[in-house]
């Protein structure tokens, strides 16, 4: 007969293995991110599968220390995520210097309203 125990058991080795696919997927999109934006969304999902992890692990312990770690990581979790998208949007308010398609297309622009003078 299968006891509630053996569930539980069943059910945080599932979570386990499913979290432990969704920590490499993750560490694959912080390496390989196209963007700094993915970058940092990748960087917060791996605050979540971390969550997750600490959570499992005081389910399969009952040590229930681990939810108050567990809660304090997603606090930090999202501090850290609201200053990366700060840094992103200041980033964003500096100016660049304009790219040489920029200047030459500018270029071309003000010799043809010259001809229409």
């Known amino acids: 007969m299968i006891t509630p ?8 080795s599932a979570a386990l293995l499913i979290l432990g696919l969704a920590l490499l997927l993750t560490v694959w ?6 963007t700094l934006p993915d970058r940092i969304l990748a960087l917060d999902m791996l605050t979540g599968v971390a969550i997750g992890f600490i959570a499992v692990i005081a389910v399969k312990t009952g040590f229930s220390l681990y939810i108050d770690i567990a809660i304090s990581l ?3 979790g999202f501090l850290a995520t ?14 660049s210097p304009p790219s040489v398609s ?3 297309g500018g270029a ?4 043809a309203g010259r001809k229409g003078r």
């Open 108 to 111: 071309k622009t003000r010799r």
């Open 29 to 34: 999109r912080v390496v390989a991110g196209p």
């Open 102 to 104: 920029a200047a030459t």
């Open 5 to 12: 125990a053996d569930i539980v058991a069943v059910a945080s």
């Open 74 to 76: 997603g606090l930090v």
């Open 82 to 95: 609201v200053a990366f998208a700060r840094f992103v949007l200041s980033r964003g308010n500096i100016k």
